[in-house]
């Protein structure tokens, strides 16, 4: 049970965090540079929230493999 809430979570956390990471992207229409953008994504936490659900799915992958 506690597998599946955590999986429903990353879900969440991931699809959350690459939304604000798409809305985010006008900012090189406006001048920023590649990597001005990349500076501004890493500082905001609402874009963190991707990486963040991406390690929980990479642990969740890596305990169904080792439970086998």
Same mark, same amino acid.
């Given at each position: 049970? *506690?597998?599946?809430?955590? &999986? @429903?979570?990353? #879900?969440? !956390?991931t699809?959350?965090?690459?939304?604000?990471?798409? @809305?985010?992207?006008? #900012? #090189?229409? =406006?001048? &920023?540079?590649?990597w001005? &953008?990349? *500076?501004? @994504? =890493?500082?905001?936490?609402?874009?963190?929230?991707?990486? =963040?659900?991406? !390690?929980? !799915? =990479?642990? @969740?992958?890596?305990?169904?493999?080792?439970? *086998?």
């Amino acid at each position: 049970m *506690k597998l599946i809430f955590l &999986y @429903i979570m990353s #879900l969440v !956390l991931t699809s959350f965090g690459l939304f604000f990471i798409i @809305i985010n992207i006008n #900012l #090189l229409n =406006i001048g &920023y540079s590649f990597w001005e &953008y990349v *500076k501004y @994504i =890493i500082s905001k936490w609402e874009c963190l929230t991707f990486f =963040i659900g991406i !390690l929980l !799915l =990479i642990y @969740i992958y890596e305990r169904k493999i080792k439970c *086998k």
